[in-house]
Every structure is written in structure tokens, then in C-alpha cells.
């Protein structure tokens, strides 16, 4: 058994009975009510999940397993040379919920390029793909066609005890994560560099290797390292997080659950919303004529945007009630590595008049920005101009998180889920209309 493979079992085990006893002995204490507003709007705010990978506060943001963004990025053992710290280490700390050394970092590194290998027929696949399908979908297809890969499936079909679910689980998803970047990448050189492949490097860690497989110089290897950290969880409620969860809770495959996860991302609500930024300044540039808005004329386009029926993507959260700390990582490395790139120029314009206009106009309930509204800025500047593709970069860190969440529903038992529907006769019999 591999070094992370046995401190999770030893993980698992401990974290057990902690479980148990609160399903146990104290299964009837409340912990909320649901009113008819979240029945009908989206479930906001129900509590209704449980999850220890991370947690969102609404006015602090993200924590990955109890640390901020800024905690993680420092605590983590870093690439040498580079930036930021290994996606692998950062994988480690999801799971177990410790810090790896840089030892334990490299351990990861070393499963990982083991795992690597796509299966060639994912490739021919994708080149039987119409080239104009939507990056997200032939992600999706992708992954959904390795199904037959599933260790889980056939463990399950020789019989394997529930307790033991968790382990071919963790063998699927580790499998399956570290052959993504690889996938995505065959996707970009496919669709938009001719069919020209760059195989990969193995001497390589995860976010250096996607760099290289992207044929794009550093820092972008550092670019991907942060974007596949701060896109990794943000607890499990949001629409992809919850669709992995909800996929494997009927005891569906790592292969089924991810690829249903990138389908829920791919929705301009969630996380095409970083493409649709890209798409919102290039409308501005165009009638700018290129020239730098001032503030002022950025507000009119702001304005028109609403007037028109339509959200300003790239702002507002269901949670979130502050700018995003995911943002707020992302401007810091803008503000170090393209402060005068013109479309960050754009964004920063924006980051200044859109919360005052969105809280004249008094609808949403958080009008500051969230992580989508500079991640295209940074995958711009470095070359990856094709904004259809921003949101499978997203898919491969929200992978991350969700196959941790999915190993920990397996290891601690949760349930298929199936929460209660209502008819609206219903509704209006219990607010007091109908009897
Ligand atoms: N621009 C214009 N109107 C907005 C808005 C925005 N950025 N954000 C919210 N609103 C509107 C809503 O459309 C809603 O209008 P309605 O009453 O006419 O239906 C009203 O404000 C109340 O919405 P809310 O409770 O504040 O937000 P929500 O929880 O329903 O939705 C979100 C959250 C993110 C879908 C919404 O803010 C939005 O559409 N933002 C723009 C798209 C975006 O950036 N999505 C990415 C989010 C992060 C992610 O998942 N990747």
C-alpha cells in the first residue's frame, strides 16, 4: 500500500466513530429550518451536507481544510525555482488533512507519473469528435468513455465489504486525476494548435507537465499550479461539487461522477462564467476600439449589461459576501506579473465600478467580483486565447477537490441522497393560502 494510501486508512480509521456516534446518538438535533423561499430559490443557505475538505465562510471565503488561500500557498512545500507549491502536495493536504513535507509532496509526484497513462482509445476518441464541440463536452466524454477502467466497478461486482469501499475508490481517482492534464491538454492541441501533441515530460510534477503539454513557457507552470489549487473545492453545495457528490452517493464510479461534475461546471451560472468574462471585455475592447475605458464609460457598458436583462459575469456569489480570496490570489499575481497588461487594466476598471453600480440596482446580494472574474485575464496574457477552454482548466482543479470529498463519502458511508420534493398545492397549504 502507498505512504498516502495507509496515513488515509489511518485517517479514516480514526475519523469513524466520530461519525457513527453523531448519526448515532445524536441524529435528531437541528442544526436549521428550510423556509419556502429556499424550496423554491436553489436551496440557499439549507443545511443539508456535510463535508471536511473544505469550508466556505460567506465573509472570510475559502478554507482548505482549515487554512485560508494565502495559509495554504505558504504552508505547502514548494517547486524549486517556482512560486507555488506542488499540486500534489496540495492534493496530499486535501485528503488527510495535514501539510505534507516536501518528502510526502514528492511521494505524490512519484504516484502520480505512475498513474499517468491514458488509455490510447480516449484519444482516438476525441479526434472522432466534430471539432467545434465544446471543449467542456469533449472533456466530459472523455472521461465518461475510461469508465470501463473502474477498479471500483469491478471490486463491487467480485463483492467487497462497504468499509472497504473508500479504497478502489481512491485507486480510480487517483488514477483518473493524474491522467486529466494530459487529457486536457490533448483537447487544446487538437482543437487549436493543428492536431500538434507535446507528449509529456516525465520528469515532470503536475502543473509543470500541463504547462509543457500546453507547449506554454513559465511561469505558466506556476499559473497552473494556483489555478488548480484555488479551483479545487469550495465546499460542496456549488453545482459541480454537489453533482460529483451526488453521482457517487448511488455508488456510481470516480469516471461517471467527474465527468457529471464537468457537465454542471460547464453552465454560464457556475463555471463558464470565466469564459464569459473574457467574451464581456472583448465586446468592450471592440467598441472601445482597444482604448483603455475611463471609468465613466466603463459604467455605461456595465449599465447597458443589466438594462439588457443580463448578469455582469464574473461578480456576484450564492455564498460568498466579500470579493473572493480566489480573486484576491489571482490580482496579486497579476499586480506582480502583467500589471500593465491592457486587459487587466479591464478588469481593474471593473473591480472599481461595478460593486457600487450593482448595489444602486439592488439585486444581487453580493456585488463583489468572485474567481472568474480575473482568471481569463492571467490564461490571456500567457497565450491561451481560446476562452472556450478556461472552464476545462476550472475542471481539472474542481476534479481535485471533488474525488477527495467522494474517497471521505465512501470512507465514512454516506448514504444515496435523497432529500423530499413538494407539490406547490403543498407549499400554499402550509403557508396558510389553501386549505
Ligand atoms: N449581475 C447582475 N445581476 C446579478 C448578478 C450579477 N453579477 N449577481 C446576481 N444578480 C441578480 C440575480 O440574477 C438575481 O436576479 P433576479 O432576482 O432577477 O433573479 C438577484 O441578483 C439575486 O441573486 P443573488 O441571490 O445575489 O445570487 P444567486 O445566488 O441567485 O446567484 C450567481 C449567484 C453567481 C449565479 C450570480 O451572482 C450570477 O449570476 N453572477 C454572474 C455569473 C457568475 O459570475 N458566475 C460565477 C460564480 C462563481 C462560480 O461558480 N464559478
Not at 11 to 24: D, N, Q
Not at 131 to 155: C, G, L, N, T, Y
Amino acid at each position: 500500500m502507498s505512504m498516502i494510501k495507509e496515513k488515509l486508512k489511518e485517517k479514516i480509521e480514526g475519523w469513524r466513530p466520530r461519525t457513527t456516534m453523531l448519526l448515532k446518538e445524536y441524529g435528531k438535533v437541528q442544526i436549521g429550518e428550510v423556509t419556502i423561499a429556499q424550496a423554491i430559490g436553489g436551496m440557499r443557505g439549507v443545511k443539508c451536507l456535510v463535508t471536511d475538505i473544505s469550508y466556505l465562510d460567506p465573509m472570510e471565503g475559502i478554507r482548505f481544510r482549515g487554512y485560508t488561500i494565502p495559509e495554504t500557498l505558504k504552508a505547502l512545500p514548494k517547486v524549486p525555482g517556482r512560486e507555488m507549491p506542488y499540486v500534489e502536495g496540495f492534493i496530499y493536504l486535501l485528503l488527510t488533512g495535514d501539510i505534507p513535507t516536501e518528502e510526502q509532496a514528492l511521494e505524490l509526484v512519484e504516484e502520480f507519473k505512475k498513474r499517468h497513462k491514458t488509455p490510447d482509445y480516449v484519444f482516438d476518441m476525441i479526434k472522432a469528435l466534430p471539432k467545434d464541440s465544446h471543449p467542456m463536452a469533449i472533456f466530459a466524454a472523455a472521461i465518461v468513455a475510461m469508465q470501463r477502467e473502474s477498479i471500483f466497478v469491478k471490486k463491487y461486482n467480485e463483492g467487497i465489504s462497504k468499509m472497504d469501499y473508500w479504497e478502489p475508490t481512491y485507486e480510480d481517482a487517483m488514477n483518473l486525476l493524474a491522467r486529466l492534464p494530459e487529457i486536457a491538454a490533448f483537447i487544446y492541441r487538437w482543437k487549436y494548435r493543428d492536431g500538434d501533441i507535446i507528449p509529456p515530460d516525465p520528469n515532470l510534477d503536475m502543473g509543470g507537465n500541463f504547462a509543457h503539454m500546453m507547449g506554454i513557457d513559465k511561469p505558466y507552470d506556476d499559473v497552473a499550479r494556483l489555478y488548480f489549487i484555488l479551483h479545487s473545492d469550495h465546499e460542496s453545495g456549488n453545482v459541480s461539487a454537489h453533482t460529483g457528490h451526488l453521482v457517487a452517493s448511488a455508488l456510481s464510479d470516480i469516471y461517471y461522477s467527474i465527468s457529471a461534475l464537468i457537465d454542471g461546471l460547464a453552465g454560464p451560472l457556475h463555471g463558464l462564467a470565466n469564459q464569459e468574462v473574457l467574451r464581456w471585455i472583448q465586446g468592450v475592447m471592440d467598441e472601445m476600439g482597444g482604448k483603455i475605458p475611463t471609468e465613466e464609460e466603463m459604467k455605461k457598458f456595465v449599465w447597458d449589461t443589466l438594462n439588457s436583462g443580463q448578469v455582469v459575469p464574473g461578480f456576484g456569489h450564492a455564498v460568498l459576501r466579500k470579493t473572493d480570496p480566489r480573486y484576491q490570489a489571482q490580482r496579486e499575481f497579476c499586480l506582480k506579473h502583467l500589471p500593465d497588461d491592457d486587459i487587466f487594466k479591464y478588469v481593474d476598471i471593473l473591480y472599481k465600478v461595478v460593486p457600487p453600480i450593482l448595489e444602486e440596482q439592488g439585486k444581487a446580494k453580493n456585488p463583489w467580483p468572485n474567481v472568474d472574474a480575473q482568471s481569463g485575464v492571467i490564461q490571456w496574457y500567457y497565450g491561451l486565447r481560446e476562452y472556450d477552454f478556461y472552464t476545462v482548466l476550472f475542471g481539472i482543479g474542481r476534479a481535485i477537490g471533488v474525488c477527495s470529498n467522494i474517497i471521505w463519502d465512501r470512507a465514512l458511508g454516506y448514504p444515496i441522497e435523497r432529500p423530499k420534493s413538494l407539490t406547490t398545492a403543498m407549499l400554499e397549504e402550509v403557508a396558510g393560502i389553501k386549505k
